[in-house]
């Protein structure tokens, strides 16, 4: 399977990527359209006979739905639809199920039981968004309040109430054997016993939401030839395509989805649950139909940054040295899992933060709760942790009586250093930002301190070496619940032991699912890499150089082995002439102009394929 390495040189003439605009009035490039009001948002396209939808949402954070009576709202005035469940061809889907991770646990809209407050049960499409929601406050649902659970610790107890069945231990399952992501790299507990100090804290982390200025939302509309256009300020176009034709059970190539400019989302609108259902409503009225929230809605169903909450502990030794790092994290992902299983993996894989530690270990747990969905927000899965981590070194630093600048700048990775996830280090900075920042605050440093640097002593000795690791198999799926397992720190207890040097399976990349998504250099017009030199009657020949062997690329799982390709043969040298022959140029194909319309399109003017509803553009 060919890739293409992205490299600067790659994008040259795509961006000056010189960096040097600190202390420049720089303007932005959206700012002439933000400062005049011409900056175009989803809630800017006008359709003729355009509906509105509304949510009936749940009061209680979990219970079983017994029956909805819908019968009263759709008598309503303006009520075009009402919708459930039923109405949703493939009412189950989970965010990451794009990329083949995990399993399928959310409905769009509730049908069994609501497991959050707010989820949504049913929908009112109707003329008016006033008229929507006097209908939704019509909708009669008859709920059995169930027992729920807020604390992850309290969820992943044997006696807490199933949140979801699609994950019974109310855990995701990883590498489909722990109910924890593990990490393991050398021995922490012998490491903890020779420690001169022993740290201990525990850091917790609430639930934080993004608070957009412009809410979720989405105006979608029938086009032509069986087609439906949806505008959208979603952060993941392809991912809200994939999701709605996914949970719509309609090819992608039915859906013309339009992004543009958000009016905020810091990681907030990655969720793609307002999309699908603007399309479903025009599916099910063959009108345009928009869904957006309204600022309860943000805060009450937008998803937030999970709550996370670690515990560290710390081996330390009187000269600052940190000899062995312990971690315990808790990541709540509410009630469904949506995008948390990835940022326990990219949390893990940032462990034990900056800083070269030759013994770590970590269990790190996605916990279901009966909270709202969490999902992406700034720094995704590292934020968090590295807070804890940098409030623990300065524990460490009050600990031992050291500089909490010297005591980073001490165990700072160096390039070369072996990391915790068996990776070398390399383009590390810490120490030349530690010296910087301490210079900047007048904060005092020693001589020895400000003349190190991250390109030297790396990767010698212990630094740079695997060492033997032990290992547990603590925490099978389903053992605590079963009471089967006392806690959730890792293993005090090792049973098993990894050889010193041990490197895990390479990471390779996975087949493309649909060959139409293969990188092609050729046909997206990128280079391979820097553009070949010339010869040129100058340039002084020489012999060619002994071929060497090569490790042959990586191929795709069924992907034939191309024939070795023949040596190259050094083309004969070319005579110096004193007039070089003019050569015709290369002809380019042509390429169509794109379409343009008779004049701007504005009220009235149609595009060709455009939904017959489309009446025009609010700002001009």
Request: proline fraction near 9%; hydrophobic fraction near 35%; charge should be neutral.
């Amino acid at each position: 399977m060919s890739s293409i390495e992205f490299r600067k040189d790659l994008f040259a003439d795509e961006r000056d990527d010189n960096l040097k605009e600190i202390g420049k009035p720089t303007v932005r490039q959206d700012i002439l359209g933000h400062v005049t009001g011409r900056t175009p948002y989803y809630d800017d396209h006008l359709f003729d006979g355009m509906l509105h939808m509304r949510a009936v949402r749940s009061p209680h954070h979990h219970a079983e739905i017994r029956s909805i009576d819908t019968s009263a709202a759709e008598r309503m005035p303006g009520v075009r639809r009402v919708a459930t469940a039923r109405d949703v061809p493939n009412n189950l889907n989970t965010l990451l199920s794009l990329i083949n991770f995990g399993r399928d646990d959310e409905p769009l809209c509730a049908h069994d039981k609501v497991r959050y407050r707010g989820e949504a049960v049913a929908w009112v499409i109707a003329d008016t968004e006033r008229q929507a929601r006097d209908a939704v406050a019509a909708v009669r649902v008859d709920y059995s309040v169930l027992r729920h659970v807020l604390d992850v610790e309290e969820a992943l107890a044997p006696g807490a109430p199933v949140v979801n069945e699609v994950y019974p231990n109310n855990s995701f399952d990883y590498h489909a054997k722990y109910d924890h992501q593990k990490l393991r790299f050398g021995d922490v507990n012998a490491a903890f016993a020779r420690a001169d100090h022993v740290i201990e804290a525990e850091y917790q982390m609430s639930p934080i939401e993004q608070a957009p200025i412009e809410t979720c939302g989405a105006i979608a509309a029938p086009e032509t030839n069986d087609r439906f256009v949806c505008h959208t300020n979603t952060q993941a176009l392809f991912f809200s395509l994939g999701t709605t034709a996914k949970l719509l059970d309609m090819a992608s190539s039915r859906l013309h989805f339009i992004g543009g400019t958000a009016g905020g989302g810091f990681g907030g609108k990655v969720d793609s649950i307002v999309e699908p259902t603007a399309v479903l409503g025009a599916v099910l009225t063959g009108r345009p139909v928009k869904f957006a929230w309204d600022r309860h809605e943000e805060m009450q169903v937008g998803a937030p940054r999970g709550g996370e909450r670690w515990r560290l502990k710390d081996g330390v030794m009187h000269d600052g040295r940190i000899i062995a790092r312990e971690f315990t994290g808790f990541f709540d992902s509410g009630a469904y899992m949506r995008l948390s299983p990835y940022a326990i993996i990219k949390g893990t894989g940032h462990l034990p933060g900056p800083y070269s530690i030759p013994n770590v270990a970590s269990n790190v747990y996605c916990c279901i709760t009966n909270r709202t969905p969490a999902t992406a927000m700034r720094g995704f899965g590292i934020t968090a942790v590295d807070f804890a981590i940098e409030c623990q070194m300065d524990r460490i630093a009050e600990a031992v009586g050291m500089n909490p600048v010297e005591l980073r700048i001490l165990n700072a990775y160096r390039d070369g250093d072996m990391k915790a996830h068996r990776r070398k280090a390399k383009n590390t900075a810490l120490i030349e930002c530690c010296q910087v920042a301490a210079s900047k605050a007048n904060w005092p440093i020693s001589a020895s301190a400000a003349s190190q640097s991250s390109l030297a002593g790396g990767g010698q000795g212990d630094r740079g070496a695997i060492p033997e690791s032990a290992t547990d198999e603590e925490g099978r799926i389903g053992d605590r619940r079963q009471g089967k397992v006392a806690t959730t720190s890792p293993s005090k207890s090792a049973s098993g032991r990894v050889p010193a040097g041990t490197h895990t399976e390479a990471i390779v990349g996975a087949p493309v699912q649909n060959p139409d998504m293969q990188i092609d250099a050729e046909r997206i017009g990128h280079r391979m890499g820097a553009a070949p030199t010339v010869p040129t009657a100058s340039t002084t020949t020489s012999p060619p150089a002994t071929p060497t062997s090569a490790a042959p690329p990586a191929l795709a799982p069924g992907q034939p082995v191309a024939p070795p390709a023949p040596p190259s043969v050094p083309a004969p040298p070319v005579a110096a002439s004193p007039v070089a022959p003019q050569q015709p140029a290369a002809r380019s194909p042509v390429t169509p102009a794109p379409y343009e319309p008779a004049q701007p399109f504005n009220r009235g003017v149609k595009r060709p394929g455009s939904s017959p509803f489309t009446s025009g553009f609010r700002r001009r």
